[in-house]
């Protein structure tokens, strides 16, 4: 945004050097990105008069002219065919620099230096337009008005004695879009309070409400429209001073009316639009959608194609502007004009956004509207406006500012912490000096105690909504510089270094047994995310379609990779991820934290071939027990012994033949199948097979303290044992059983054989296990082998319904 530092002056007194304004507003937030001395620009640069014309002696379309310049009188060459004897002409002196090079293609500016041209030295130079930058004339010399004084530099006689500053304005700080804005930080450098413009009104004795009236049929998209009727405007061309004003940062004066709306824009940062009055039907403003595929032709005789979302402006028969962006044909100022509304309104940000974008046109209002102008400053603009224009033209001013305000601004109540703020600083700022630091940038204090501040936002700092925010206001107001930098580090060698390196032992152990790791992004679309069948932990701000949401589980972004994989010939996949996953409660408030969780989760995936294919080692598609299979010998790695498959059917919406895994009984995660209709949306053809297991369960469930044991000097023995039992009886079932009853010698249960037949009846099965006994201190008797088995007989049979096979 350009800045006029003449304009600024008005509402802050300041002396500061541009390296210093550049510096210390730089230091506050607001990055100075360049600046302009208006007045350098014509530096060596006068008004200067033609006192002889006479014809080159050794060219026909050259003149040789004496030409007064105040201190001196120059001979200057020129070429230009309207020069004439007493005419007030600008001089370029040796030595300056000229804006527009009218022979060179791209302008370029140049040097100008002393020349001989055919043979007679030329001093000096008289200029075009074109060449100063203030026209587009490059035939003829600019030929000043008689009244110029000859010897002024020419800066001073065309007004030139700005500097214009381009500062970048972040898209949270729509309150330093104009120049009260940037006056408000400047008050907070120099320490001088800001001075707002004095607006004073004389009103008619009619009443506004009696000749217009507003009505808002969407109070979402337009939660506030102020306006203010004027009659006998004169719409005339708007005086010198204010054009300069707004020449200097960029904008093209219209007209006296149009002047005004877009002088108090960038006064007081609200847009305004100003209506042709008589062109209104029923003098009437309704604010509401554009129905979908409408056209509207706006100011730059454009036709635009509109949805539904877009917001408009109406009177009782059209459309008329579309709001915050840019007004319509059927109602602009024009010289005929005598009676205007003067339109100053709040619109939803995200709105004119997003009609901003779909129509391709950006304006200063839309600009300044997606960055949240201030909802309590709409009738102090158009009451600014109106004065103006009175003033200028001598208009009359009805009665009252037409208010339509259904849902006043709630205000804010923050509460700042002193020993956070402090602590979060490196401070040790006291709750005055923070307070008045707030209210130095127009913050409210409500209330002060030693422990903590009880803070109201003003209407335009909406960006000010959490604690930590206003931490940050004060930093910028006590200054980054003056924050000590502490580089102190101590190191305690007396206790022991504490390294949490379980991660990477996870990693390493599932690398060796050939598993490659795989990094999936976190986010991921909606329609995704549901496949969980969880609530979705949203992004308030996506960066796209495809990235809406955090992921609560690891699955489906493992599949996308093996679904990458397999597309480039790679069909025999081993992945792991070691990540993050996310959880919404909805039970919960969706703007507090606790309803938020994240665990840390191991994944693993199998598909393809079970094994490599090699000499004398037959090919087989891997199965769940394969995965089952690595996850045991996993979890005996990491000494997690007490550790239990569940088989059951569940409502996973992932897998199929789902399995619980539990350590020291405790839900640890699970493996299963992937579902076919998931394995059709992902384009995989062949069974996939997956198991995840949380992290923290694993890491807890690990025994802290391990004890190591010699082997055992006594032989042990082995017992086969063959049960029958109904088939729907689990493996795991049958193997506690044992496990339970066999006693302390027992040392290891291991499932050999399984056969389903005749032999044992419609719907049994028979399971075989290998039993080990075993004892420290001695050789065991067959009596107590013997005994032992028959107590595990015994449970098993009671437990199971079990018949010992013989």
């Known amino acids: 945004m350009k800045v006029s530092q003449n304009l600024l002056k008005q509402y802050i007194d300041f002396k500061l050097s541009t390296k210093q304004f550049v510096e210390g507003l730089t230091m506050l937030g607001l990055e100075v990105e360049s600046y302009e001395d208006l007045?350098?620009?014509?530096?060596?640069?006068?008004?200067?008069?033609?006192?002889?014309?006479?014809?080159?002696?050794?060219?026909?379309?050259?003149?040789?002219?004496?030409?007064?310049?105040?201190?001196e009188t120059l001979d200057i060459v020129c070429g230009a065919l309207n020069?004439?004897?007493?005419?007030?002409?600008?001089?370029?002196?040796?030595?300056a620099t000229i804006p527009h090079n009218q022979h060179d293609p791209d302008g370029e500016p140049f040097v100008l230096t002393k020349a001989k041209i055919r043979g007679v030295e030329s001093n000096g130079m008289i200029c075009s337009a074109f060449e100063l930058g203030v026209?587009?004339?490059?035939?003829?010399?600019?030929?000043?008005?008689?009244?110029?004084?000859?010897?002024?530099?020419?800066?001073?006689?065309?007004?030139?004695?700005?500097?214009?500053?381009?500062?970048?304005?972040?898209?949270?700080?729509?309150?330093?879009?104009?120049?009260?804005?940037?006056?408000r930080e400047l008050a907070v450098l120099v320490s001088k309070k800001l001075k707002h413009p004095v607006i004073k009104l004389k009103e008619s004795g009619e009443a506004s409400s009696k000749h217009a009236s507003i009505q808002i049929l969407d109070k979402a998209r337009c939660p506030r429209y102020s306006a203010r009727v004027l009659r006998n405007v004169k719409v005339q061309p708007s005086p010198q001073w204010l054009q300069d004003v707004l020449t200097n940062v960029g904008v093209r004066p219209i007209n006296v009316v149009v002047d005004v709306t877009n002088y108090v824009m960038l006064e007081m940062g609200q847009p305004?639009?100003?209506?042709?009055?008589?062109?209104?039907?029923?003098?009437?403003?309704?604010?509401?959608?554009?129905?979908?595929?409408?056209?509207?032709?706006?100011?730059?005789?454009?036709?635009?194609?509109?949805?539904?979302?877009?917001?408009?402006?109406?009177?009782?028969?059209?459309?008329?502007?579309?709001?915050?962006?840019?007004?319509?044909?059927?109602?602009?100022?024009?010289?005929?004009?005598?009676?205007?509304?003067?339109?100053?309104?709040?619109?939803?940000?995200?709105?004119?956004?997003?009609?901003?974008?779909?129509?391709?046109?950006?304006?200063?209002?839309?600009?300044?509207?997606?960055?949240?102008v201030d909802v309590e400053n709409t009738v102090a603009a158009a009451n600014r406006a109106a004065q103006m224009i009175q003033e200028l033209t001598g208009a009359e001013i009805l009665k009252g500012a037409l208010d339509v305000y259904p849902k006043r601004r709630k205000t804010p109540r923050i509460t700042l912490r002193i020993s956070q703020a402090n602590s979060i600083l490196g401070t040790s700022l006291s709750n005055r000096e923070m307070s008045a630091s707030l209210t130095k940038l127009g913050i409210k204090v409500q209330s002060?105690?030693?422990?903590?501040?009880?803070?109201?936002?003003?209407?335009?700092?909406?960006d000010l909504m959490e604690e930590i925010d206003l931490i940050e206001e004060v930093a910028r107001v006590h200054g980054y510089d003056n924050i000590e930098t502490k580089t102190k580090a101590g190191i305690d060698f007396s206790s022991a270094v504490v390294s949490d390196r379980f991660e990477d032992e996870l990693r390493n152990s599932v690398v060796g047994s050939g598993f490659n790791e795989i990094l999936a992004i976190s986010l991921q679309d909606e329609k995704t995310i549901s496949l969980a069948g969880r609530p979705a932990v949203k992004v308030l701000n996506p960066v796209s379609a495809e990235m809406q949401a955090l992921r609560t589980e690891l699955v489906t972004g493992a599949l996308e990779v093996a679904r990458h994989n397999r597309h480039h010939g790679a069909m025999n996949l081993r992945l792991f991820e070691i990540g993050n996953v996310f959880r919404f409660d909805s039970a919960k408030k969706p703007d507090s934290l606790e309803a938020y969780g994240e665990e840390q989760r191991l994944l693993l995936l199998m598909s393809g071939n079970a094994s490599p294919l090699?000499?004398?080692?037959?090919?087989?598609?891997?199965?769940?027990?394969?995965?089952?299979?690595?996850?045991?010998?996993?979890?005996?790695?990491?000494?997690?012994?007490?550790?239990?498959?569940?088989?059951?059917?569940?409502?996973?919406?992932?897998?199929?033949?789902?399995?619980?895994?539990?350590?020291?009984?405790?839900?640890?995660?699970?493996?299963?199948?992937?579902?076919?209709?998931?394995?059709?949306?992902?384009?995989?053809?062949?069974?996939?097979?997956?198991?995840?297991?949380?992290?923290?369960?694993?890491?807890?469930?690990?025994?802290?303290?391990?004890?190591?044991?010699?082997?055992?000097?006594?032989?042990?023995?082995?017992?086969?044992?063959?049960?029958?039992?109904?088939?729907?009886?689990?493996h795991g079932k049958i193997e506690e059983s044992i496990r339970n009853s066999g006693g302390m010698l027992l040392k290891n249960v291991t499932?050999?054989?399984?056969?389903?037949?005749?032999?044992?009846?419609?719907?049994?099965?028979?399971?075989?296990?290998?039993?080990?006994?075993?004892?420290?201190?001695?050789?065991?008797?067959?009596?107590?082998?013997?005994?032992?088995?028959?107590?595990?007989?015994?449970?098993?049979q009671r437990e199971c319904n079990a018949v010992l096979r013989s």
Not at 360 to 372: D, H, I, K, V
């Open 39 to 71: 007045a350098k620009k014509y530096e060596n640069f006068f008004v200067g008069e033609v006192l002889e014309r006479q014809k080159h002696p050794n060219a026909d379309r050259l003149t040789l002219c004496k030409v007064n310049v105040g201190k």
């Open 83 to 95: 020069v004439e004897a007493g005419q007030k002409v600008a001089v370029a002196l040796v030595g």
């Open 135 to 183: 026209g587009d004339d490059a035939d003829g010399i600019l030929v000043l008005g008689k009244e110029s004084k000859v010897g002024t530099p020419l800066s001073k006689h065309f007004r030139q004695n700005d500097v214009v500053y381009e500062i970048g304005i972040t898209p949270n700080r729509g309150d330093c879009l104009s120049h009260i804005g940037i006056a």
């Open 272 to 372: 305004l639009h100003a209506f042709d009055y008589d062109r209104l039907a029923q003098h009437t403003v309704i604010v509401k959608t554009a129905k979908e595929g409408d056209t509207f032709t706006t100011l730059d005789g454009k036709d635009r194609k509109l949805t539904s979302d877009v917001l408009m402006i109406c009177d009782t028969e059209k459309p008329v502007a579309i709001a915050g962006v840019m007004g319509g044909l059927n109602s602009e100022i024009s010289d005929a004009t005598t009676n205007i509304l003067i339109e100053s309104a709040h619109f939803d940000p995200k709105n004119i956004r997003r009609t901003s974008r779909h129509l391709g046109l950006s304006s200063e209002a839309s600009y300044r509207f997606e960055r949240n």
């Open 448 to 462: 002060n105690s030693k422990k903590e501040l009880k803070v109201s936002p003003p209407g335009f700092r909406p």
């Open 614 to 730: 090699g000499y004398g080692n037959a090919s087989r598609k891997c199965d769940l027990l394969d995965l089952k299979g690595e996850v045991s010998a996993f979890l005996q790695k990491f000494c997690l012994d007490k550790n239990r498959f569940i088989y059951y059917d569940t409502h996973n919406t992932l897998t199929e033949r789902t399995i619980f895994v539990e350590i020291n009984g405790t839900y640890a995660g699970f493996l299963g199948t992937i579902k076919k209709e998931l394995l059709e949306r992902f384009e995989i053809d062949e069974d996939v097979f997956v198991c995840e297991l949380g992290v923290q369960a694993l890491r807890e469930g690990r025994p802290t303290n391990r004890k190591f044991e010699a082997s055992p000097k006594f032989p042990g023995v082995s017992r086969d044992l063959a049960f029958v039992v109904d088939e729907i009886v689990p």
């Open 751 to 796: 499932l050999f054989d399984m056969y389903v037949g005749a032999q044992v009846g419609s719907g049994k099965k028979s399971l075989a296990y290998a039993l080990e006994f075993q004892a420290h201190d001695r050789t065991m008797t067959d009596d107590e082998i013997e005994k032992n088995i028959g107590k595990i007989v015994q449970a098993v």
